[in-house]
């Protein structure tokens, strides 16, 4: 899927589709309970995205994911650090979206039947970004049909309502009103989730074709890491606001060092008895840490399976550790060492 | 909770002190040159009219004199009136109990008639009487309080006339003729106000009666109208003094209607008076009464919610 | 606005609630019907019926001037020559009471169309913008709705007059804050829903986004609203005119017309029972009314109502 050849490291900067410099976003809680506290949904992120490549972020529900999908689209400002869209810094405080027609930024939300309006018909949504140029009625029906044909759903539906379609169908209609801009980027945010799992696949094949015949990047944000793995040219995983691991080259053969990720792709089934029965399943003990109340050090340290006292003092930067990623983890690539070593001992100890 | 009252009683000062400017913006400004009209009884010459204006202190701006009277108010002073000339605050001090006597015995006349019916059509569900109470229910909510009023009016008049007084005598004078004058107002005021009553105790109490704390207190061995009557009516009870607040807006306009209908010589009738005579010091001080009475009310019922419905404790 | 544009809108009327957006049963007309078949409903019109005959028919049949003093006929009991009879100036009250139905029902209604346009703006502009402008908004509510409403018309139709306009005013005022409130509730729940924020990913503009996307969303609780206000509205209207601040005499007022009858209840009885009868009528009707039209289009609005 890779059109651009990579470029040297400083000419890269430059052609950058998008850019996060540092980028925070924390909400301070307003009300009634004591104090009020500050979530950090995102914390000091910085990203690339060229030109022509799929961006996967995956993480746990409540990581920032979806916050630092709306940074990237512009419905949500940054409280810290710029976004940088082809080299052009974007204004820090604005209305929401007040960029999107000029970045071109699309977004496909998880929540399908809630992302068209129930009051208006599927034709008349798909339009909104075409009326908004000033296209006139009849192209603009024209280019309906043709989106709706481009997203495999038949042409009667352009006059019917939201609830009288699946999800699957309502879910096609959103991607269509995303295409129809003809946009750069479309942030997919879970786009596929709510969906049951045929047709998931047939959307997410779907959105893999669009990509395909279209000039259009996509960042796919899912919790699930199956599908970002196949959607995606190179995955970011996030943790608490923090990316902890980002592959770098555009190889998916690489594999995940940092002790989350790790345990992320060990909760994948493999299709096969087998292996699936003797496969050695990483479970994550201990709650989720609140955004509110982070942990010292590595965020990662209160559930990490190879913890160590360092661990819950320093807090590690995104490092490069090998040719393909760059690591947020004191002991990236000592997983299945540490990990033996740990089960080793709590066997010992508890039995 | 404490946090929770402290926070409700802030908001409760800062709405009557933005109360206190608007009202006495609006009766200061608005009425036009009072100075004109006082003059013009009198005969309005230009000399005239400077000495009426720096006599009643309007050559001064605005913000200063408002300044000058929040400082009187706060102290209990508010002035005199411009048409009978006497201190507004005295007058509001006789007036006020009247109203206050008045509101609180058809509340009370309200309540009493509301809750036993309500309880009763709830546990008797679907039965005749309910429906029956219903109806009537529903048409005494309709029925304006200045309607019931002329009707109890022509009933004191004609059929009740050896039991009602027709003018007010105070309560510390002769109680029983003090309940004479005030019954027939009360009850024109209180059908309305019963008819919300037995609606909300009833929609509350099945609503209660099927919740499961209620299925527990039965297995635990509790006797039938144990259950019914305190468990249930317990559970039932912060809506229903939720609703009585919320009806005190339109008991205040009650007020005011049967104060005019049977001449009671309330603050109601003296908002009227005022503004029929255009004495703006008077409406200014009454309706800031009014209006504080009315807000400590919704106070009130903010802190007893969460008293008689222990399940609102946590959420505040 | 292209058709199907011009179709939403009609259709956001209607609105269905929010659980099942099958809108094709949403239809203003479908609602309506539904309304007219309630139990409620089908008494409220019931009710308003014969009022509204009266008010159509009456001056066609009725021969008398509603402000003419006959010094003959005062104080005539109903007769087929003064149906209803007729008052201490001899004025008949058939034509006075057919006269002055239709501004029970215009003041209410202006009120009702002012309170719901001035409260819908001021709590979606609150709920859409957020912050400082927000907080000032709801304060300015919460001011309005510490007096009680009766007492803030009678001041402000003691202050600037009576007549319609200044009646529709004072009343507009007191409803305001309830379909603020809503208004601002409403657009709070659906400002965060997806399709607006596609919208604004679409490149709309603030107030399109307004008028296509936030109001259709909140436009069902609004009308639920409106017309639980009218029989209020009607009250306070007629409470206004019954403590002398409505229509200057000698103009009919059905409020003013039973005040009168307070003087006269021994001598003449059926001078209050006319007005009282239409007034009561009219309020009994709108209330049911307005009970199957929530049932019909939303429940939960009941909550927010209140009284005056």
């Not at chain 2, 024109?188 to 919740?211: D, F, G, K, Y």
């Amino acid at each position: 899927m890779k059109r651009a050849a990579p470029d040297a490291d400083s000419g890269k900067q430059a052609m950058a589709l998008l850019r996060l410099d540092g980028v925070s976003v924390h909400f301070r809680l307003r009300g009634r309970g004591r104090g009020g506290g500050v979530v950090r949904a995102v914390d000091n992120v910085d990203l690339t995205i060229d030109e022509g490549e799929v961006l996967g972020i995956v993480g746990e529900s409540g990581c920032g994911k979806t916050t630092l999908g709306r940074v990237i689209v512009g419905l949500q400002s940054p409280t810290a650090g710029n976004v940088v869209v082809r080299g052009e810094k974007r204004p820090l405080r604005q209305r929401p979206g007040a960029n999107a027609r000029r970045d071109g930024f699309q977004m496909v939300y998880q929540d399908a039947a809630g992302s068209l309006n129930p009051w208006k018909r599927i034709g008349w949504s798909i339009a909104e970004p075409l009326r908004n140029e000033g296209m006139r009625k009849p192209a603009m029906r024209e280019r309906v049909l043709e989106l709706l044909d481009q997203v495999g759903l038949p042409d009667s539906l352009i006059d019917q309502y939201p609830g009288e379609l699946s999800g699957g169908q309502q879910q096609r209609a959103a991607i269509a009103r995303a295409l129809a801009g003809r946009p750069r980027l479309i942030v997919l945010d879970e786009a596929v989730s709510s969906l049951d799992m045929s047709t998931q696949a047939q959307v997410l094949n779907l959105l893999k074709d669009l990509a395909e015949r279209h000039p259009v990047n996509y960042v796919f944000i899912s919790h699930d890491i199956a599908a970002v793995d196949f959607m995606s040219d190179r995955v970011a995983v996030m943790y608490l606001g923090k990316i902890v691991e980002l592959e770098d080259a555009h190889d998916r053969k690489s594999p995940l060092v940092h002790p989350y990720s790790i345990t992320l792709r060990s909760a994948v089934p493999v299709p096969d008895p087998v292996v699936e029965r003797r496969r050695n399943r990483i479970v994550l003990t201990g709650p989720v840490a609140s955004a509110t109340d982070l942990p010292s050090g590595c965020r990662f340290h209160t559930r990490c399976p190879i913890a160590q006292p360092l661990c819950a003092d320093a807090e590690p930067e995104l490092a490069s550790t090998s040719e393909t990623s760059r690591v947020a983890c004191h002991f990236a690539g000592e997983f299945d060492d540490r990990y033996a070593a740990a089960r080793a001992g709590t066997t010992g100890g508890s039995g | 909770m404490i946090l929770f009252a402290a926070r409700r009683l802030a908001e409760a000062v800062a709405v009557l002190f933005v109360l206190t400017f608007l009202i006495y913006v609006i009766g200061t400004i608005v009425p036009g040159d009072i100075a004109q009209q006082m003059a013009g009884i009198e005969g309005a010459t230009p000399e005239r009219m400077a000495e009426m204006r720096a006599r009643l202190g309007l050559d001064r701006p605005l913000m200063v004199r408002y300044g000058e009277w929040l400082g009187n108010a706060v102290r209990g002073d508010f002035g005199h009136s411009l048409f009978t000339e006497r201190d507004i605050a005295a007058d509001v001090r006789q007036q006020f109990p009247v109203s206050l006597e008045v509101a609180f015995a058809s509340v009370l006349l309200a309540v009493v008639i509301g809750i036993p019916l309500g309880v009763y059509a709830a546990v008797h569900t679907g039965t005749i009487v309910d429906r029956i109470l219903r109806g009537i229910s529903l048409v005494f909510f309709s029925v304006p309080t200045f309607v019931s009023g002329v009707l109890f009016v022509w009933l004191g008049s004609i059929i009740l006339k050896s039991y009602y007084t027709s003018f007010y005598v105070p309560f510390t004078e002769d109680p029983i003729a003090n309940l004479r004058s005030i019954m027939l107002p009360c009850l024109a005021i209180a059908l309305p106000t019963s008819a919300s009553i037995i609606q909300m105790t009833r929609t509350t109490m099945i609503a209660s009666l099927q919740e499961p704390f209620i299925d527990t207190a039965r297995v635990k061995g509790a006797r039938e109208s144990r259950v019914r009557y305190i468990h249930a009516l317990r559970a039932s009870l912060g809506p229903v003094v939720t609703l009585i607040g919320l009806l005190f807006g339109a008991l205040v306009g009650g007020l005011i209607i049967v104060e005019q209908i049977f001449n009671l010589p309330g603050l109601g009738r003296g908002v009227l008076l005022a503004i029929a005579e255009r004495d703006f010091p008077y409406v200014i001080t009454a309706t800031l009464v009014i209006a504080s009475v009315y807000i400590v009310v919704n106070f009130i019922v903010d802190l007893l919610y969460p008293i008689l419905d222990p399940r609102q404790r946590e959420q505040t | 606005m292209n058709a199907p544009a011009a179709r939403g809108a009609l259709d956001g009327n209607a609105a269905e609630n929010r659980e099942t957006p099958r809108i094709r049963d949403a239809r203003l007309w479908h609602q309506l019907r539904a309304v007219a078949k309630h139990p409620s409903g089908r008494f409220g019109l019931l009710l308003i019926a014969p009022v509204l005959i009266l008010a159509i028919a009456g001056p066609l049949v009725i021969d008398w001037d509603p402000i003419k003093i006959n010094p003959s006929d005062t104080l005539q009991g109903p007769s087929a020559r003064h149906w209803f009879g007729t008052d201490q100036l001899g004025r008949d009250l058939a034509a006075r009471v057919v006269s002055a139905i239709p501004v029970v029902i215009w003041v209410p209604l202006g009120a009702v169309l002012l309170a719901v346009t001035g409260g819908s703006a001021i709590g979606i502009l609150a709920g859409y913008r957020r912050g400082w402008l927000e907080r000032v908004l709801m304060a300015g509510t919460d001011v309005l709705l510490a007096m009680p409403g009766l007492l803030t018309a009678i001041l402000i139709v003691g202050v600037f007059g009576g007549g319609s306009r200044n009646m529709i005013l004072a009343i507009g005022v007191i409803y305001l804050p309830r379909f603020t409130r809503i208004a601002r509730g409403s657009t709070l729940e659906v400002r965060g829903l997806p399709y607006v924020d596609a919208a604004r990913l679409s490149g709309t503009k603030p107030l399109a986004l307004v008028m296509r996307h936030i109001l259709p969303g909140i436009s069902s609780p609004l009308f639920v609203m409106c017309v639980l206000s009218l029989s209020t509205g009607l009250l306070v209207q007629t409470a206004l005119s019954f403590l002398g601040f409505g229509f200057e005499p000698p103009t009919a007022d059905l409020g003013r017309m039973l005040a009168n009858s307070v003087d006269f209840l021994t001598l003449a009885p059926w001078m209050a029972i006319s007005p009282a009868l239409v007034i009561t009528l009219l309020i009994l009707a709108f209330n049911n009314l307005g009970d199957a039209v929530r049932d019909v289009m939303d429940p939960e609005v009941a909550r927010a109502a209140g009284t005056v």
